[in-house]
């Protein structure tokens, strides 16, 4: 499995960013995928999930606070492409982002698990820096 991360660079604040996610030996259509991002000296969070499956859950969405109205995860099967679309870009923004998949969906809370334990697979990282 390989989750193959591109689109980071160096962005003024306000400009965009789209950060694209391609798998191979996995597909975005079952479980639960997402970005995550670590800055230097804190832990690794969650940006924003999606569950990629079919059901009452397709397309359910989970976003930090931080990046609501602003940050967009999308998914295109044909490529088996997870995307990250960040607008409106901030200084705080700036982290290695991350993408990962194969997590659970918790009925219980209605959203896609934020753990980086949660995770199976993660791909290398993209450095976005926003200045």
């Known amino acids: 499995v390989q989750l193959v991360e591109s689109g980071g660079g160096l962005v003024q604040p306000g400009g965009s960013l789209r950060l694209s996610c391609a798998a191979s030996?996995?597909?975005?259509?079952?479980?639960?995928a997402g970005w995550f991002r670590q800055a230097p000296g804190k832990e690794r969070e969650a940006v924003a999930t999606m569950f990629t499956g079919i059901g009452a859950a397709a397309g359910s969405t989970y976003y930090d606070d931080s990046v609501k109205g602003r940050f967009t995860i999308s998914q295109d099967n044909a490529k088996n492409t997870l995307y990250l679309q960040m607008n409106s870009l901030k200084p705080e923004d700036t982290a290695i982002y991350y993408c990962?998949?194969?997590?659970?969906?918790?009925?219980?809370?209605?959203?896609?698990?934020?753990?980086?334990?949660?995770?199976?697979?993660w791909g290398q990282g993209t450095q976005v820096t926003v200045s």
């Open positions: 990962a998949a194969d997590a659970p969906f918790s009925l219980s809370y209605d959203t896609c698990a934020r753990s980086t334990a949660d995770y199976a697979y």
């Open positions: 030996a996995i597909t975005f259509t079952s479980n639960c």
